[in-house]
């Protein structure tokens, strides 16, 4: 079995963390080796370099790996209450390649849940602690936006403007202030202006079907880009390389990892340091199959908690239909107007904790067909009253950590190299069905305010699951997490867990902009410590 | 934030590899068939490619300008999406006959020959008992192969607004006007500091 010399640092995972990890040792010359499970996106693969791109979305891009079926995907079967709807990607880039680029900061509050509001758990950081990257994080994936928010702390100003209102945009706004509710242009993760080489936005829209032309800020063509680019200093990005386990030295110290190439061929790779940021499943999948005579429940598991607390948050959509034609088909999909008046924790309501809405386009054709043009003699009718007329309200709150909703192998679907599944179990507690229900009322307040003369929505069941976090969560107790507050395991020195896994809470806000802070860093601290870790 | 996709309330599954019934979503997942072209049926005799042509376009019939599903090929493509899916060739194959069946029950005669309201009649009794899922397989190909075909597309623009060729070739918004933001920036801090 081939291996090379011993490297410096081993990440596994390409995606948001991963990427930003790369670039971030590569910069400061430290040898670093990348085992990406999955390839490159080509071009043809992406639906929106195409007129059919509604049909590709729902096949070769299907956000479900069960469905699209790559050749880097592993089964992933969805149980409980309130089963996810998987959304992940294995590629370069990760699940990035297919988000609408929201990237919100966490709020101080929301490191400190189980101090303010007596539920969850806190970090053992907080948010002075990843302020400053945050800041390098916006400037490296080039964000959209303004400073000045007021449910935000005072930040230095984003590096690009925000995005056009468009007509939903104005619509929200309206409602806002007909309710006296406080609104912000979103921050996203999108070039408003030709940036570091990358174009600006032209307005394709439906952003998380491939954006074409590198505007939207998915790790592939930021950070991947920049990690590459040097010959001597560039990262050595392995693809189609999917990791059986992580191995380990005599001393209990990661040694490195066997993985499986495009060919079937089973590889090593040993390094001083291993990172793991295979994503919210990936990771514990992967740890739950490196078991040993010294974890025989899986590495970095003495807790019993890889794989458990796993959150996805309460989220909906609350679709405001109109009488007039609301120009559907045009503006960012993330949202270029969004508000936080229901985000911090009020007393006067029966649920803890808070959500965030964005308004969005309206649906396309054929989405919309599906979801409310019946057969038959009246479909037609139902077309001409939605299609064109509505507007969509991405509704997302917290959903605090519970052992009870996890992730496990799933031997009785295994992946193209005999590598299991996995299996999630999800239910919502009680707190979040009454989040739920409050974002659902007043998205339809607000969507009335605006002038709505009708709303649906999609309820909060089964479960988005775009946002799949901490399933390996940081701690300052190893009785109770899996990696210190330097994303660091309690039980392996030398191997760290930096990506959506480690996230404590998950606030109430998409994720990808504070995964990608703690992943930079994570990075910072093995570079102060890297006498010591070898 | 990703896009939800293909929610369908009243109906929506979570997909479970493994599992003993035959999901026509995961089956169909890496097939692609073009839309917009001319093509012949692979699978389907003539018979059954009649029966499908009427079941389609009872699905999405003609008004107006807008074409029925079976004028824009829907039922070549579900044929040729089944081609490329050997497991669902039995499925589409059962499906049709079942419903000629009940058209031949209920009418006398073909499914193709009955009026628009017999087929509706036939198309419900059959989609209350479809344990095989080819109900919503074949509507929702039909609705694939309407809402992607050009010739669609283009009388949608013209009868609803709704700009499909944008999402291709871009489009062009009024920039952001940071003077909306007068009273929001008359707002005190709303954070909470923790």
Same mark, same amino acid.
């Not at chain 1, 308004?359 to 409310?372: D, F, H, K, M, R």
């Not at chain 2, 499906?95 to 628009?116: C, N, R, S």
């Given at each position: 079995?081939?291996?090379?010399?011993?490297?410096?640092?081993?990440?596994?995972?390409?995606?948001?963390?991963?990427?930003?990890?790369?670039?971030?040792?590569?910069?400061?010359?430290?040898?670093?080796?990348?085992?990406?499970?999955?390839?490159?996106?080509?071009?043809?693969?992406?639906?929106?370099?195409?007129?059919?791109?509604?049909?590709?979305?729902?096949?070769?891009?299907?956000?479900? *790996?069960?469905?699209?079926?790559?050749?880097?995907?592993?089964?992933?079967?969805?149980?409980?209450?309130?089963?996810?709807?998987?959304?992940?990607? +294995?590629?370069?880039?990760?699940?990035?390649?297919?988000?609408?680029?929201?990237?919100?900061?966490?709020?101080?509050?929301?490191?400190?849940?189980?101090?303010?509001?007596?539920?969850?758990?806190?970090?053992?950081?907080?948010?002075?602690?990843?302020?400053?990257?945050?800041?390098?994080?916006?400037?490296?994936?080039?964000?959209?936006?303004?400073?000045?928010?007021?449910?935000?702390?005072?930040?230095?100003?984003?590096?690009?403007?925000?995005?056009?209102?468009?007509?939903?945009?104005?619509?929200?706004?309206?409602?806002?202030?007909?309710?006296?509710?406080?609104?912000?242009?979103?921050?996203?993760?999108?070039?408003?202006?030709?940036?570091?080489?990358?174009?600006?936005?032209?307005?394709?829209?439906?952003?998380?079907?491939?954006?074409?032309?590198?505007?939207?800020?998915?790790?592939?063509?930021?950070?991947?880009?920049?990690?590459?680019?040097?010959?001597? +200093?560039?990262?050595?990005?392995?693809?189609?390389?999917?990791?059986?386990?992580?191995?380990?030295?005599?001393?209990?110290?990661?040694?490195?990892?066997?993985?499986?190439?495009?060919?079937?061929?089973?590889?090593?790779?040993?390094?001083?340091?291993?990172?793991?940021?295979?994503?919210?499943?990936?990771?514990?999948?992967?740890?739950?199959?490196?078991?040993?005579?010294?974890?025989?429940?899986?590495?970095?598991?003495?807790?019993?908690?890889?794989?458990?607390?796993?959150?996805?948050?309460?989220?909906?959509?609350?679709?405001?239909?109109?009488?007039?034609?609301?120009?559907?088909?045009?503006?960012?999909?993330?949202?270029?107007?969004?508000?936080?008046?229901?985000?911090?924790?009020? *007393?006067?309501?029966?649920?803890?904790?808070?959500?965030?809405?964005?308004?969005?386009?309206?649906?396309?054709?054929?989405?919309?067909?599906?979801?409310?043009?019946?057969?038959?003699?009246?479909?037609?009718?139902?077309?001409?009253?939605?299609? /064109?007329?509505?507007?969509?309200?991405?509704?997302?709150?917290?959903?605090?950590?519970?052992?009870? /909703?996890?992730?496990?192998?799933?031997?009785?679907?295994?992946?193209?190299?005999?590598?299991?599944?996995?299996?999630?179990?999800?239910?919502?507690?009680?707190?979040?069905?009454?989040?739920?229900?409050?974002?659902?009322?007043?998205?339809?307040?607000?969507?009335?305010?605006?002038?709505?003369?009708?709303?649906?929505?999609?309820?909060?069941?089964?479960?988005?699951?775009?946002?799949?976090?901490?399933?390996?969560?940081?701690?300052?107790?190893?009785?109770?997490?899996?990696?210190?507050?330097? /994303?660091?395991?309690?039980?392996?020195?030398?191997?760290?867990?930096?990506?959506?896994?480690?996230?404590?809470?998950?606030?109430?806000?998409? *994720?990808?902009?504070?995964?990608?802070?703690?992943?930079?860093?994570?990075?910072?601290?093995?570079?102060?410590?890297?006498?010591?870790?070898? | $934030?990703?896009?939800?996709?293909?929610?369908?309330? &009243?109906?929506?599954?979570?997909?479970?590899?493994?599992?003993?019934?035959?999901?026509?979503?995961?089956?169909?997942?890496?097939?692609?068939?073009?839309?917009?072209?001319?093509?012949?049926?692979?699978?389907?005799?003539?018979?059954?490619?009649?029966?499908?042509?009427?079941?389609?376009?009872?699905?999405?019939?003609?008004?107006?300008?807008?074409?029925?599903?079976?004028?824009?090929?829907?039922?070549?493509?579900?044929?040729?999406?089944?081609?490329?899916?050997?497991?669902?060739?039995?499925?589409?194959?059962?499906?049709?006959?079942?419903?000629?069946? $009940?058209?031949?029950?209920?009418?006398?005669?073909?499914?193709?020959?009955?009026?628009?309201?017999?087929?509706?009649?036939?198309?419900?009794?059959?989609?209350?008992?479809?344990?095989?899922?080819?109900?919503? $397989?074949?509507?929702?190909?039909?609705? &694939?192969?309407?809402?992607?075909?050009?010739?669609?597309?283009?009388?949608?623009?013209?009868?609803?607004?709704?700009?499909?060729?944008?999402?291709?070739?871009?489009?062009?918004?009024?920039?952001?006007? &940071?003077?909306?933001?007068?009273? $929001?920036?008359?707002?005190?801090?709303?954070?909470?500091?923790?």
């Amino acid at each position: 079995m081939a291996h090379d010399d011993e490297r410096d640092v081993l990440i596994i995972g390409a995606g948001a963390a991963g990427g930003a990890m790369a670039w971030s040792l590569s910069r400061r010359k430290v040898d670093v080796v990348c085992l990406e499970q999955g390839d490159w996106v080509p071009p043809t693969l992406r639906p929106k370099n195409h007129l059919d791109w509604e049909v590709r979305a729902r096949r070769s891009w299907s956000p479900s *790996p069960n469905i699209r079926q790559w050749p880097s995907d592993y089964p992933v079967a969805s149980y409980g209450d309130d089963p996810i709807s998987v959304f992940i990607y +294995n590629a370069v880039g990760g699940s990035t390649i297919g988000y609408a680029g929201n990237f919100w900061r966490f709020t101080p509050s929301d490191f400190r849940v189980r101090s303010l509001d007596g539920v969850g758990v806190d970090w053992p950081i907080g948010y002075e602690d990843l302020a400053p990257y945050y800041t390098i994080n916006e400037r490296e994936m080039g964000v959209a936006g303004l400073a000045g928010d007021p449910w935000s702390p005072p930040r230095e100003p984003l590096p690009l403007p925000p995005a056009p209102l468009g007509p939903q945009g104005q619509l929200m706004i309206e409602g806002c202030e007909k309710l006296g509710w406080e609104w912000w242009p979103t921050e996203q993760a999108i070039t408003t202006r030709p940036y570091e080489g990358r174009p600006a936005c032209d307005l394709k829209g439906y952003c998380p079907f491939g954006c074409p032309q590198g505007a939207l800020a998915t790790v592939d063509v930021t950070y991947w880009r920049k990690a590459l680019r040097s010959a001597r +200093n560039g990262v050595d990005l392995r693809t189609n390389a999917r990791v059986r386990e992580i191995t380990l030295h005599p001393d209990g110290r990661a040694k490195g990892a066997l993985y499986y190439d495009a060919e079937g061929r089973l590889r090593e790779v040993r390094a001083k340091v291993v990172v793991l940021a295979a994503g919210g499943l990936g990771t514990p999948r992967i740890l739950l199959q490196s078991t040993s005579s010294r974890h025989p429940q899986g590495l970095a598991n003495s807790s019993g908690l890889v794989g458990k607390n796993l959150m996805v948050h309460v989220q909906t959509f609350v679709i405001g239909r109109f009488e007039e034609p609301v120009q559907a088909w045009q503006g960012t999909w993330g949202g270029a107007v969004s508000s936080r008046q229901f985000y911090e924790t009020d *007393p006067a309501n029966d649920y803890l904790r808070g959500f965030v809405m964005s308004i969005n386009p309206g649906w396309s054709p054929l989405n919309l067909a599906l979801q409310v043009a019946p057969w038959g003699a009246n479909h037609h009718a139902a077309m001409d009253a939605h299609l /064109n007329h509505e507007v969509v309200l991405f509704c997302c709150g917290e959903d605090l950590p519970e052992e009870r /909703n996890r992730v496990e192998l799933d031997w009785d679907n295994l992946d193209a190299f005999g590598l299991p599944g996995v299996k999630t179990f999800y239910s919502f507690d009680e707190n979040s069905k009454r989040l739920g229900a409050a974002m659902i009322t007043k998205g339809t307040q607000l969507m009335e305010a605006a002038g709505a003369s009708g709303v649906r929505d999609f309820g909060i069941s089964p479960a988005l699951g775009w946002h799949l976090m901490g399933a390996a969560r940081m701690g300052s107790d190893p009785a109770s997490s899996v990696v210190d507050a330097d /994303n660091r395991a309690h039980d392996v020195s030398n191997l760290f867990i930096a990506d959506s896994t480690s996230l404590a809470t998950g606030g109430g806000v998409n *994720p990808t902009s504070t995964i990608q802070a703690v992943a930079l860093r994570c990075a910072e601290g093995i570079w102060e410590r890297r006498r010591e870790l070898g | $934030m990703a896009m939800a996709y293909d929610w369908r309330k &009243e109906e929506y599954e979570v997909t479970r590899p493994g599992r003993t019934r035959i999901d026509y979503r995961q089956e169909i997942g890496r097939a692609h068939v073009p839309i917009g072209i001319e093509r012949e049926f692979a699978v389907l005799d003539p018979e059954r490619a009649g029966a499908l042509r009427a079941w389609v376009c009872t699905l999405i019939p003609a008004r107006d300008e807008r074409p029925a599903a079976g004028d824009v090929g829907a039922a070549e493509y579900i044929d040729a999406t089944v081609f490329l899916t050997p497991r669902l060739r039995g499925v589409l194959l059962d499906a049709i006959d079942t419903v000629e069946h $009940m058209a031949q029950k209920l009418t006398g005669g073909q499914f193709a020959e009955a009026t628009p309201p017999e087929r509706t009649a036939v198309l419900r009794a059959f989609a209350a008992n479809d344990p095989l899922d080819a109900f919503p $397989m074949v509507r929702d190909l039909t609705y &694939e192969a309407y809402y992607a075909h050009p010739l669609v597309l283009d009388v949608l623009e013209r009868e609803t607004g709704w700009r499909y060729e944008v999402a291709i070739s871009g489009g062009d918004l009024e920039p952001f006007d &940071e003077r909306l933001l007068d009273r $929001m920036r008359t707002v005190p801090p709303r954070w909470r500091n923790a």
